[in-house]
């Protein structure tokens, strides 16, 4: 059983094969899309706060 | 078909009055709902009594500005006291709130005239506005095609007249989705400029408030109402806001940013057309056009939709249990949500705060960004891939593809109508810097003085 899977069982999320390969798929092709600029993150780099983007506070202080 | 500004003018010079202008749009939503299913609920006592007051108000010198007595709808997201708001979903099917949503709070203290809730993609979760519990709405400009989404039945509903603005929410494209297709103004504010408190909530940090509207003064208008500080929502911006009012179409000195990748590639040739035209138009009135080279947006794309899928799924994970209350499309994509390890969102957050200076960046050279809307004409009710260059594509993405980067990186984005394509109306997108709202406005102005209107879709 893949991570996936135990994944999707864990939540149970149907295994139907069509329907969970095609996200399985979705998942991968995101992970390839970002991993480039995954090795661009600073060690300082944090994430926008989920619920007060940065954007907002930066006008916010100027 | 008149606008905002229009109709104002003739209730304070007593050539109409709001109960005539309410009554005028419920005989269209009576004649047009059957055909275009744009309203889930439609409220026409209360109308007519808010309208009466409005009116009577009037008359004693009470002005409560440019929108009192003036019919408008909401999206069924936002929270009215006593009318069900469904958010487009079974779940929330007899959904009775006990209180109005910030933006209708203002809205009705300016004088507004509520005509009905309108209809909505499941959840605002889509693009369709296919939805499979309370039906599929149609687009007023060809039957067999869809209006866009998730704000739909807005979008509907401003352009066929049966309301002169509706609410939408923007998580991806959702107002400005719906207002190209249907050839109306959307205007998507800056993230904290328009309250989100009483919003039946998608996202926690994509999710926008704006109006659809018939021109672009008239979302002006709205947005004056409707911005400002408040204090009930902790995303709302304190910065006070701006005056929208774009007096001037003279565009000396505006500099606009014309993409030389992504955004014109992969357009219907005679899209692109439409939108360089506009830019031209623009240089006529004075604006100086910028080549620019933009950040990496296929990946602002994929971090856009990951952050969605994880918030969305977050916010609706109490009631999966319930799998026979959703709708097939819905529900896998909050499946998908829920397959994302925390460590793939955060990166995803992380990236979106490079993604966000970088395009900082470019908004030190530019006031505006100009780039077509959608790439595509409205696709056929029930298609899910369209050809574009002979190459088949899926409708969602493509639909999506120019728009959702501005709700991931906040910034303010409206799109307007810039020709009629096979009779169908395609749009051209204006992006501005964070709570610049204006010089959006202002540039939009300026391109919808100079156009040739679009007219009004073939509905009876």
């Known amino acids: ?62 | 078909m008149k606008t905002i500004a229009q109709a104002a003018a003739d209730l304070r010079a007593g050539r109409t009055t709001s109960v005539e202008l309410t009554s005028e749009c419920l005989a269209k939503i009576e004649c047009l709902q059957p055909k275009l299913n744009a309203f889930l609920t439609v409220v026409p006592e209360r109308a007519l009594d808010q309208a009466q007051t409005c009116d009577q108000e009037l008359r004693q010198g009470t002005d409560r500005g440019p929108l009192h007595g003036i019919p408008i709808a909401l999206k069924d997201v936002f929270e009215t006291k006593g009318i069900r708001t469904t958010c487009g979903s079974l779940l929330f099917a007899d959904n009775i709130p006990e209180r109005d949503c910030a933006v209708a709070e203002r809205l009705f203290e300016a004088g507004a005239v509520l005509v009905g809730k309108t209809g909505m993609h499941e959840l605002a979760y889509g693009v369709t506005s296919s939805n499979p519990h309370y039906g599929v709405i149609r687009n007023p400009w060809n039957l067999e095609r869809i209006p866009g989404g998730s704000s739909g039945g807005s979008a509907v509903e401003v352009a066929s007249g049966m309301c002169f603005m509706a609410m939408g929410s923007d998580t991806g494209g959702s107002i400005r989705i719906p207002a190209a297709f249907c050839g109306t103004v959307g205007l998507k504010p800056t993230f904290g400029r328009v309250s989100r408190y009483g919003v039946m909530p998608l996202d926690f940090t994509l999710d926008h408030m704006g109006p659809l509207t018939r021109s672009v003064r008239d979302a002006a208008t709205v947005l004056q109402v409707l911005a400002g500080p408040d204090p009930r929502d902790h995303t709302c911006s304190k910065l006070p806001p701006a005056s929208y009012d774009p007096v001037s179409t003279n565009l000396s000195g505006v500099r606009i940013g014309i993409p030389q990748d992504y955004y014109f590639s992969g357009v219907e040739a005679s899209i692109n057309e439409c939108a360089h035209r506009m830019a031209v138009h623009a240089e006529d009135m004075g604006a100086r056009l910028v080549p620019v080279k933009v950040p990496d947006v296929e990946v602002l794309n994929a971090v856009g939709r990951l952050i969605l899928w994880v918030e969305a799924s977050a916010t609706f994970e109490p009631f999966l249990s319930h799998r026979d209350q959703f709708g097939a499309d819905v529900l896998n994509l909050l499946d998908q949500g829920r397959l994302i390890p925390a460590t793939e969102y955060l990166q995803a957050q992380r990236i979106r705060h490079l993604l966000q200076q970088e395009f900082a960046r470019v908004f030190e050279e530019i006031d505006c960004l100009l780039t077509p809307a959608i790439p595509n004409l409205p696709p056929r009710v029930g298609e899910t891939t369209v050809m574009i260059d002979g190459q088949v594509v899926d409708a969602h993405l493509l639909c999506t593809r120019n728009l959702r980067g501005f709700n991931v990186l906040g910034l303010p984005a409206m799109v307007l109508p810039s020709g009629l394509i096979d009779g169908l109306p395609v749009s051209v997108q204006l992006v501005g810097p964070a709570f610049d709202e204006a010089v959006v406005l202002k540039v939009g102005a300026a391109l919808e003085s100079r156009s040739t209107p679009i007219g009004s879709p073939p509905i009876e």
Not at chain 1, 11 to 22: H, K, Q, T, V, Y
Not at chain 1, 33 to 61: H, M, N, Y
């Open chain 1, 1 to 62: 059983m893949t991570d996936w899977e135990l994944i999707a069982k864990a939540r149970g999320i149907p295994l139907s094969a069509d329907r969970f390969r095609a996200q399985v798929a979705l998942l991968e092709q995101m992970e390839a899309i970002l991993a480039p600029w995954k090795a661009k993150i600073g060690l300082d780099t944090e994430p926008i706060p989920a619920f007060r983007p940065l954007l907002t506070q930066r006008v916010e202080t100027e």
